[in-house]
Protein backbone atom coordinates (compact mmCIF):
# COMPACT_ATOMS: atom_id res chain seq x y z
CA UNK A 1 0.00 0.00 0.00
CA UNK A 2 1.31 3.32 -1.00
CA UNK A 3 2.08 5.85 2.15
CA UNK A 4 3.61 8.96 0.36
CA UNK A 5 1.81 9.89 -3.19
CA UNK A 6 3.39 12.15 -5.17
CA UNK A 7 1.19 13.22 -8.18
CA UNK A 8 1.63 13.71 -10.94
CA UNK A 9 4.66 11.54 -11.51
CA UNK A 10 5.78 13.92 -14.53
CA UNK A 11 5.52 17.16 -15.18
CA UNK A 12 5.80 19.25 -18.18
CA UNK A 13 5.53 22.87 -18.02
CA UNK A 14 6.16 25.86 -20.03
CA UNK A 15 8.84 28.72 -18.72
CA UNK A 16 7.02 31.03 -16.47
CA UNK A 17 3.95 29.20 -16.48
CA UNK A 18 2.80 28.21 -12.67
CA UNK A 19 2.81 24.51 -11.61
CA UNK A 20 1.84 22.74 -8.64
CA UNK A 21 3.28 19.73 -7.38
CA UNK A 22 1.01 17.37 -5.01
CA UNK A 23 1.69 14.71 -2.15
CA UNK A 24 -1.16 13.02 0.04
CA UNK A 25 0.37 10.39 3.11
CA UNK A 26 -1.86 8.05 4.67
CA UNK A 27 0.87 7.47 7.49
CA UNK A 28 -0.95 10.18 9.54
CA UNK A 29 2.44 11.96 9.66
CA UNK A 30 2.88 15.26 11.38
CA UNK A 31 5.61 16.24 9.40
CA UNK A 32 6.10 16.70 5.38
CA UNK A 33 8.87 17.66 3.85
CA UNK A 34 9.31 19.08 0.87
CA UNK A 35 13.16 18.77 -1.24
CA UNK A 36 14.78 19.10 -4.92
CA UNK A 37 16.89 16.70 -6.09
CA UNK A 38 18.91 17.96 -9.50
CA UNK A 39 21.18 14.77 -10.92
CA UNK A 40 23.60 13.59 -9.22
CA UNK A 41 23.38 15.97 -6.29
CA UNK A 42 21.79 14.90 -2.72
CA UNK A 43 18.12 15.91 -2.23
CA UNK A 44 17.82 19.59 -1.09
CA UNK A 45 15.32 20.67 1.55
CA UNK A 46 13.10 23.70 0.38
CA UNK A 47 10.94 23.53 3.38
CA UNK A 48 8.85 21.39 5.87
CA UNK A 49 5.58 21.56 7.78
CA UNK A 50 5.61 20.68 11.72
CA UNK A 51 1.70 20.64 11.99
CA UNK A 52 0.51 23.78 10.35
CA UNK A 53 3.71 25.63 11.05
CA UNK A 54 5.31 26.12 7.48
CA UNK A 55 9.55 26.54 8.27
CA UNK A 56 11.61 27.62 5.01
CA UNK A 57 15.05 26.99 4.47
CA UNK A 58 17.32 30.34 4.27
CA UNK A 59 18.08 29.68 0.43
CA UNK A 60 14.74 28.85 -0.90
CA UNK A 61 13.87 31.05 -3.55
CA UNK A 62 10.67 33.05 -3.39
CA UNK A 63 9.70 31.14 -6.36
CA UNK A 64 8.64 28.30 -4.20
CA UNK A 65 5.53 28.26 -1.99
CA UNK A 66 3.53 25.57 0.12
CA UNK A 67 0.25 24.56 1.80
CA UNK A 68 -0.89 22.08 3.65
CA UNK A 69 -4.80 22.48 3.80
CA UNK A 70 -5.03 19.24 6.08
CA UNK A 71 -2.62 16.61 7.69
CA UNK A 72 -2.94 13.79 4.58
CA UNK A 73 -1.87 16.91 1.72
CA UNK A 74 0.48 19.05 1.17
CA UNK A 75 1.29 20.99 -1.97
CA UNK A 76 4.85 22.65 -3.76
CA UNK A 77 4.07 26.07 -5.66
CA UNK A 78 6.30 27.04 -9.07
CA UNK A 79 5.26 30.38 -9.25
CA UNK A 80 7.20 31.38 -12.37
CA UNK A 81 9.41 28.22 -13.04
CA UNK A 82 12.75 28.50 -14.87
CA UNK A 83 15.18 26.18 -16.80
CA UNK A 84 17.04 26.01 -13.45
CA UNK A 85 14.01 24.58 -11.54
CA UNK A 86 13.85 21.43 -13.88
CA UNK A 87 14.47 18.86 -11.03
CA UNK A 88 13.40 15.80 -9.19
CA UNK A 89 10.33 16.85 -6.83
CA UNK A 90 10.85 14.20 -3.79
CA UNK A 91 7.89 15.09 -0.71
CA UNK A 92 8.54 13.20 2.67
CA UNK A 93 6.59 12.78 5.90
CA UNK A 94 8.12 11.74 9.41
CA UNK A 95 6.31 11.61 12.58
CA UNK A 96 7.99 13.95 15.60
CA UNK A 97 6.79 12.31 19.09
CA UNK A 98 8.05 15.18 20.77
CA UNK A 99 10.76 13.92 23.05
CA UNK A 100 13.76 12.98 21.37
CA UNK A 101 12.45 10.98 19.07
CA UNK A 102 13.96 9.34 16.13
CA UNK A 103 12.86 10.67 12.64
CA UNK A 104 12.67 8.41 9.91
CA UNK A 105 11.53 10.34 6.84
CA UNK A 106 9.99 8.41 4.22
CA UNK A 107 10.37 9.61 1.08
CA UNK A 108 7.27 9.34 -2.10
CA UNK A 109 8.48 8.13 -5.23
CA UNK A 110 8.66 11.72 -6.47
CA UNK A 111 7.84 14.10 -9.63
CA UNK A 112 10.25 14.58 -12.30
CA UNK A 113 9.74 18.30 -13.69
CA UNK A 114 10.69 18.79 -17.31
CA UNK A 115 10.40 22.94 -17.98
CA UNK A 116 10.08 23.98 -22.02
CA UNK B 1 26.55 25.65 9.59
CA UNK B 2 25.63 22.14 9.51
CA UNK B 3 27.11 19.63 7.23
CA UNK B 4 28.02 16.10 6.22
CA UNK B 5 30.75 15.15 4.43
CA UNK B 6 30.71 11.89 2.17
CA UNK B 7 33.54 9.98 0.46
CA UNK B 8 34.42 8.57 -1.82
CA UNK B 9 32.52 10.24 -4.46
CA UNK B 10 32.42 7.24 -6.88
CA UNK B 11 33.65 3.85 -5.94
CA UNK B 12 33.84 0.77 -8.45
CA UNK B 13 34.34 -3.13 -6.40
CA UNK B 14 34.10 -6.00 -8.08
CA UNK B 15 31.71 -9.03 -7.38
CA UNK B 16 31.76 -10.35 -3.97
CA UNK B 17 34.01 -8.02 -2.43
CA UNK B 18 33.16 -5.01 -0.28
CA UNK B 19 32.72 -1.46 -0.17
CA UNK B 20 32.76 0.67 2.74
CA UNK B 21 31.34 4.63 2.79
CA UNK B 22 32.31 7.02 5.14
CA UNK B 23 30.29 10.18 6.43
CA UNK B 24 31.97 13.15 8.50
CA UNK B 25 28.86 15.23 10.58
CA UNK B 26 29.36 18.21 12.63
CA UNK B 27 26.65 19.00 14.48
CA UNK B 28 27.33 17.40 18.08
CA UNK B 29 23.24 17.15 18.47
CA UNK B 30 22.42 14.94 15.72
CA UNK B 31 21.36 11.66 16.86
CA UNK B 32 19.70 9.88 13.86
CA UNK B 33 22.00 8.71 10.95
CA UNK B 34 19.81 6.68 8.48
CA UNK B 35 22.03 5.34 5.08
CA UNK B 36 19.42 6.09 1.81
CA UNK B 37 20.08 3.75 -1.80
CA UNK B 38 18.78 5.31 -4.45
CA UNK B 39 18.42 4.20 -7.89
CA UNK B 40 17.98 5.72 -11.08
CA UNK B 41 14.93 7.78 -11.06
CA UNK B 42 13.53 6.10 -8.19
CA UNK B 43 13.04 7.58 -4.79
CA UNK B 44 15.43 7.24 -1.71
CA UNK B 45 14.92 3.86 0.02
CA UNK B 46 16.27 3.39 3.51
CA UNK B 47 18.38 1.04 4.00
CA UNK B 48 19.82 0.40 7.47
CA UNK B 49 19.85 3.19 10.04
CA UNK B 50 21.56 4.03 13.66
CA UNK B 51 21.07 5.97 16.40
CA UNK B 52 23.37 7.77 18.78
CA UNK B 53 23.03 5.23 21.35
CA UNK B 54 24.22 2.58 19.24
CA UNK B 55 27.73 1.72 18.31
CA UNK B 56 27.48 -0.66 15.49
CA UNK B 57 23.96 -2.36 14.04
CA UNK B 58 24.24 -4.60 11.02
CA UNK B 59 21.43 -6.43 8.36
CA UNK B 60 22.54 -9.81 6.49
CA UNK B 61 25.15 -7.84 4.09
CA UNK B 62 24.65 -4.52 5.57
CA UNK B 63 26.40 -3.11 8.27
CA UNK B 64 26.69 0.77 10.08
CA UNK B 65 28.87 2.20 12.67
CA UNK B 66 29.13 5.23 14.49
CA UNK B 67 31.70 7.23 16.35
CA UNK B 68 30.17 9.56 18.24
CA UNK B 69 33.67 11.01 19.44
CA UNK B 70 34.66 11.48 16.23
CA UNK B 71 31.72 12.29 14.21
CA UNK B 72 32.24 9.26 12.04
CA UNK B 73 29.54 7.12 10.72
CA UNK B 74 30.23 4.08 7.81
CA UNK B 75 28.11 2.24 5.57
CA UNK B 76 29.96 -1.25 4.99
CA UNK B 77 28.61 -3.80 2.17
CA UNK B 78 29.70 -7.22 2.31
CA UNK B 79 29.88 -9.61 -0.63
CA UNK B 80 28.60 -7.17 -3.48
CA UNK B 81 26.12 -8.17 -5.66
CA UNK B 82 25.60 -5.94 -9.22
CA UNK B 83 22.12 -5.07 -7.74
CA UNK B 84 24.00 -2.99 -4.92
CA UNK B 85 25.14 -0.68 -7.66
CA UNK B 86 23.20 3.07 -7.28
CA UNK B 87 24.26 6.31 -5.38
CA UNK B 88 24.26 5.96 -1.66
CA UNK B 89 23.41 9.17 0.70
CA UNK B 90 24.26 9.20 4.30
CA UNK B 91 22.08 11.45 6.41
CA UNK B 92 22.54 13.13 9.53
CA UNK B 93 19.08 14.45 11.54
CA UNK B 94 19.79 17.43 13.34
CA UNK B 95 17.25 19.77 15.45
CA UNK B 96 15.39 22.80 12.76
CA UNK B 97 14.18 25.78 14.13
CA UNK B 98 10.83 24.70 14.02
CA UNK B 99 11.45 21.90 16.42
CA UNK B 100 11.86 19.30 14.91
CA UNK B 101 13.71 17.50 12.87
CA UNK B 102 15.49 17.53 9.24
CA UNK B 103 18.56 15.67 7.70
CA UNK B 104 21.54 17.09 6.47
CA UNK B 105 22.56 14.71 3.36
CA UNK B 106 25.94 13.87 2.55
CA UNK B 107 26.70 14.02 -1.64
CA UNK B 108 26.23 10.99 -2.58
CA UNK B 109 28.37 7.90 -3.62
CA UNK B 110 28.14 6.16 -6.48
CA UNK B 111 28.26 2.60 -6.50
CA UNK B 112 29.67 0.50 -9.29
CA UNK B 113 29.75 -3.32 -8.45
CA UNK B 114 31.43 -4.56 -11.60
CA UNK B 115 30.50 -8.64 -12.90
Known amino acids: DAMVIQNPRYQVTQFGKPVTLSCSQTLNHNVMYWYQQKSSQAPKLLFHYYDKDFNNEADTPDNFQSRRPNTSFCFLDIRSPGLGDAAMYLCATSRDYGVSSYNEQFFGPGTRLTVL | GENVEQHPSTLSVQEGDSAVIKCTYSDSASNYFPWYKQELGKRPQLIID?????GEKKDQRIAVTLNKTAKHFSLHITETQPEDSAVYFC??????????????FGTGTRLKVLA
Open chain 2, 91 to 104: AASIIAASGTYKYI
Open chain 2, 50 to 54: IRSNV
